[in-house]
Each structure stands twice: as structure tokens, then as C-alpha cells.
């Protein structure tokens, strides 16, 4: 059964974790960044895991879109939902929640919440200056979880259908 990762990267941090991610899962893992790549056809996948990050309090348009678009075919894979974000608990949470369906999030085998990161080398002035000013955080920050990333792969692999 192969494996779909379709994600969105804004700064390089999704793109961090799914690389992180992909070392976790067995058997033929394809990634799709959404960013530099049309939709991908979902039929060739039986697992199929979407992650985005937050900007302005939103994950991208993108994935959004891509969720919406597909959410009936989505329903009938094993499904795999994370978010790349700074903020931690109940906010974290109400971000991811905002993110996906509630059809979808019911559905998913496995929700993850990777942490995230600031790269001032990757943002522009404006995007350093806002992060300065609201977040309060003065130089390049990563809060990636590793071990976030390997309980979404463990509660996948526990989901994922035999055979």
C-alpha cells in the first residue's frame, strides 16, 4: 500500500517535518508539495497524510483547498492530519481544528501537531518585523517536536489497515 504526503511550505518547516515523517513510515511514501505541484491523483494511495503550517493564524489556502476538493475520496483512505505551528495547547489545537474538517479530523488515523519554527533567513523584512513585534521572538526559533512527529507515525502505523 503506498503512502501520500501532500503538504504546503511557506518557510522550509513543513517541509522539515515531512522529511522527518517520511523516515517513520515503511513500504512506498510519495511526497507532493503543493507549493511547486498541481493536486495529485489520490487513487494510486491507500494512506494519505495533508500538513500545512500557520501564517496569520491560517494554515495555507492551499491545503485548505485541497481538503475541500477531495474530502469524499480523503474519507476513504487511511488518513493522516498534521500542522506545523508556534503556538502550543488550546490555541495549537483551535489552529488545527480551524485547519481540517471536522469530517476529516473524525476521520484521520493519526492528528499531529509538529511544533514549528521561525527562520528569519527564509522570511522577508516585513514577515521578521511582524514575528518581532507580535511573537515577541528576536532571532531564528525551531520548536519542532521529534517526538510528535514519531507518535503521529506510531498511532498511523496502529491504524493502518492489515495486509
Do not use: W
Request: charged share 30%; proline share 1%; aromatic share 6%.
Amino acid at each position: 500500500m503506498k503512502t501520500l504526503i501532500v503538504y504546503k511550505t511557506r518557510h522550509g518547516c513543513t517541509d522539515k517535518c515531512v522529511q522527518k515523517l517520511k523516515r517513520h513510515l515503511n513500504g512506498e511514501v510519495d511526497v507532493v508539495n503543493l507549493k511547486s505541484t498541481g493536486s495529485p491523483a489520490l487513487s494510486d494511495y491507500g494512506t494519505v497524510l495533508i500538513g500545512g503550517s500557520i501564517h496569520v493564524g491560517q494554515v495555507q489556502k492551499k491545503i485548505k483547498a485541497f481538503c475541500l476538493d477531495h474530502e469524499v475520496e480523503l474519507k476513504q483512505k487511511t488518513l493522516g492530519l498534521f500542522l506545523c505551528c508556534m503556538e502550543e495547547g488550546e490555541k495549537a489545537q483551535k489552529q488545527f481544528d480551524a485547519a481540517f474538517s471536522e469530517g476529516l479530523r473524525v476521520h484521520a488515523a493519526a492528528q499531529g501537531l509538529f511544533g514549528g519554527e521561525f527562520d528569519f533567513d527564509r522570511m522577508n523584512f516585513l514577515e521578521r518585523k511582524i514575528v518581532k513585534k507580535v511573537a515577541g521572538i528576536k532571532a531564528s526559533t525551531s520548536r519542532i517536536s521529534e517526538e510528535a512527529i514519531d507518535r503521529f507515525a506510531t498511532d498511523l502505523a496502529r491504524n493502518l489497515p492489515e495486509g
